[in-house]
Every structure is written in structure tokens, then in C-alpha cells.
């Protein structure tokens, strides 16, 4: 693991979405207990914050080039999805 998030001790986002998506297959089979069931999914809200986390704090590092009137990069500006 070569990123900042596996060096915390917690998974990196691929790996997190990659158990999340595990999670959500085991419940969707409907074939785990119920205390099981209650457990995964309580892991799987931890996977899908994490996961939310890491997409907020990429989405606060992209830039959009901003262009000037005659169509060459000008810039960069913080990326607003509004």
C-alpha cells in the first residue's frame, strides 16, 4: 500500500468500496443470520462514510482551468459542482 490512507490503518478507498460492495452482495444473497446481517451492515454504513469522505476531500483537491476570452487557459479556480 503506497498511499497516505493505508499507512493509517485504514483501508484505502478501493479497498473500502471493494468490502462494501462484498457487504452488500452477502446481504442481497438474504443467506447471513440476522446478528450477521445487523453486523454487516453496520460495517458497511462505516465503508460507505469512509468512502464519502475520501470522494469529499478529492473533490475539494480538483481545479477547473478557467479560459479567457479567447479561449486560452487562464487559470485555476476551486471545482464547484453547482
Excluded at 462484498?22 to 462514510?49: F, M
Excluded at 468512502?51 to 473533490?59: E, G, I, T
Amino acid at each position: 500500500m503506497g498511499s497516505e490512507a493505508g499507512k493509517t490503518g485504514e483501508p484505502t478507498f478501493e479497498e473500502a468500496l471493494g468490502a462494501l460492495e462484498a457487504i452488500v452482495q452477502t446481504l442481497e444473497g438474504g443467506e447471513a443470520p440476522l446478528d450477521e446481517s445487523i453486523a454487516l451492515y453496520e460495517r458497511g454504513n462505516k465503508l460507505r462514510a469512509l468512502c464519502q469522505k475520501r470522494l469529499d476531500a478529492a473533490k475539494a483537491r480538483i481545479e477547473a482551468i478557467t479560459l479567457g476570452e479567447d479561449g486560452a487557459p487562464q487559470g485555476t479556480q476551486p471545482f464547484d459542482t453547482e
